[in-house]
Each structure stands twice: as structure tokens, then as C-alpha cells.
């Protein structure tokens, strides 16, 4: 990121269980390492999986005033219902970073901001294991926003996970570049 005044925020939604909590803080966590200022708010429905679950970001260049978004600048949409209730907030010009595997791009019905159909669930099971979508997702994600660095992201799996999992981020490393590289190629072939 240039330097000057910078302010971005982001909702990322789907059901608990799909990860998307780990995929915010991931992006916030990212961001603080960066010096930026941060804000991240997880949102659980009455139930932990097979429930929504939502999380908020916000990343500046200047201290942030609330962590409550209603217009984000981009979301990341892992179900249709998330997809339903967050994707009419999205800011005109914004960004809906959307599982297709889930979810028919044809339900975004609004032509004033950029879809993204990036199909998670399918690559992660391509690659062998569909635990992995979030990052699969996350990849992507930053690959086409450049939010964060990707070294950045990296860095901050150990602090993001619980101790009990660290044995598993060579392969949240390996998602998260497996997305990237599916982002690109996709990027690609849809030149602007």
C-alpha cells in the first residue's frame, strides 16, 4: 500500500465451521504487523457450526473509530444466505469475493460492483483436502486486493491458531498459495 490516507474494511460471512473467523483475523492480524491500524470483530449466529458467523475488519492508516460496518468496501461471501444479507451493503464499486462452488454468481443481482466467483470448496478438494477452503479463500482474496502481504499473512498463522494446530499451517501455507495461484490465473484470463 501507497502512502497516505488509507481506510478499507471488509465482512467476511459464511457458516461457522467454514472458518471464516480465521480468515478475518488472519487479514487483521496481517495488517497490525504491517503498522497499520486494525479493528476485528467476530459475530457468532445462536449456533457455532452449521450457524452463520461473520467477522468485520477494518484496516487504516489513522486510528479507527468503530469497528461496526454497515457499507464495506468488499466481502467475502462463503454461502448464499451470507451472500443474501451482507451483499446489498456492499459500497457501489466494492468488491464481492464470492464462493462459487456454493453460490451461483447469478445471484448478485446489482451491476455497480466487481464479483469475483472463486470457487473454494472445488479447489480445496481438488487439492485434497476441503478443511482447507478458508484458506484456499484467503489466498485468493489477497492475491486480488493486495490488501495485506502475503509474507505478512505467514507470519501471523502461529499467533492466529491455537497452539494445537500449528502443526497443521505448513499446509494452511500450502492452501493459501494454492489459492493465490488460482487467483492469478483467473485474474488472467479476464483482463480489464
Same mark, same amino acid.
Given at each position: 500500500?501507497?502512502?497516505?490516507?488509507?481506510?478499507?474494511?471488509?465482512?467476511?460471512?459464511?457458516?461457522? #465451521?467454514?472458518? &471464516? @473467523?480465521?480468515? %478475518?483475523?488472519?487479514?487483521?492480524?496481517?495488517?497490525?504487523?504491517?503498522?497499520?491500524? $486494525? !479493528?476485528?470483530?467476530?459475530?457468532?449466529?445462536?449456533?457455532?457450526?452449521?450457524?452463520?458467523?461473520?467477522?468485520?475488519?477494518?484496516?487504516?492508516?489513522?486510528?479507527?473509530?468503530?469497528?461496526?460496518?454497515?457499507?464495506?468496501?468488499?466481502?467475502?461471501?462463503?454461502?448464499?444466505?451470507?451472500?443474501?444479507?451482507? #451483499?446489498?451493503? &456492499? @459500497?457501489?464499486? %466494492?468488491?464481492?469475493?464470492?464462493?462459487?462452488?456454493?453460490?451461483?454468481?447469478?445471484? $448478485? !443481482?446489482?451491476?455497480?460492483?466487481?464479483?469475483?466467483?472463486?470457487?473454494?470448496?472445488?479447489?480445496?478438494?481438488?487439492?485434497?483436502?476441503?478443511?482447507?477452503?478458508?484458506?484456499?479463500?484467503?489466498?485468493?482474496?489477497?492475491?486480488?486486493?493486495?490488501?495485506?502481504?502475503?509474507?505478512?499473512?505467514?507470519?501471523?498463522?502461529?499467533? &492466529?491458531?491455537?497452539?494445537?494446530?500449528?502443526?497443521?499451517?505448513?499446509?494452511?501455507?500450502?492452501?493459501?498459495?494454492?489459492?493465490?495461484?488460482?487467483?492469478?490465473?483467473?485474474?488472467?484470463?479476464?483482463?480489464?
Amino acid at each position: 500500500m501507497g502512502s497516505g490516507a488509507f481506510y478499507y474494511d471488509l465482512i467476511v460471512a459464511g457458516f461457522g #465451521g467454514q472458518g &471464516v @473467523l480465521a480468515i %478475518g483475523n488472519l487479514i487483521a492480524y496481517a495488517a497490525m504487523k504491517e503498522g497499520r491500524h $486494525v !479493528t476485528y470483530l467476530p459475530t457468532y449466529g445462536v449456533e457455532m457450526r452449521g450457524g452463520t458467523a461473520n467477522c468485520t475488519v477494518v484496516i487504516s492508516s489513522k486510528e479507527i473509530g468503530s469497528p461496526i460496518i454497515y457499507r464495506p468496501h468488499a466481502l467475502i461471501a462463503m454461502n448464499l444466505p451470507s451472500l443474501l444479507k451482507f #451483499g446489498p451493503r &456492499v @459500497l457501489p464499486n %466494492g468488491l464481492i469475493f464470492l464462493n462459487s462452488s456454493l453460490i451461483d454468481p447469478k445471484e $448478485v !443481482t446489482r451491476n455497480d460492483i466487481e464479483v469475483f466467483p472463486f470457487p473454494v470448496n472445488d479447489i480445496a478438494i481438488e487439492n485434497g483436502n476441503p478443511r482447507f477452503a478458508n484458506m484456499v479463500a484467503l489466498g485468493g482474496f489477497v492475491e486480488k486486493t493486495k490488501l495485506v502481504e502475503l509474507s505478512s499473512v505467514y507470519d501471523s498463522l502461529e499467533k &492466529v491458531f491455537d497452539e494445537r494446530h500449528h502443526r497443521h499451517i505448513p499446509e494452511n501455507i500450502k492452501a493459501i498459495q494454492i489459492g493465490v495461484e488460482y487467483a492469478k490465473r483467473f485474474m488472467s484470463s479476464f483482463p480489464k
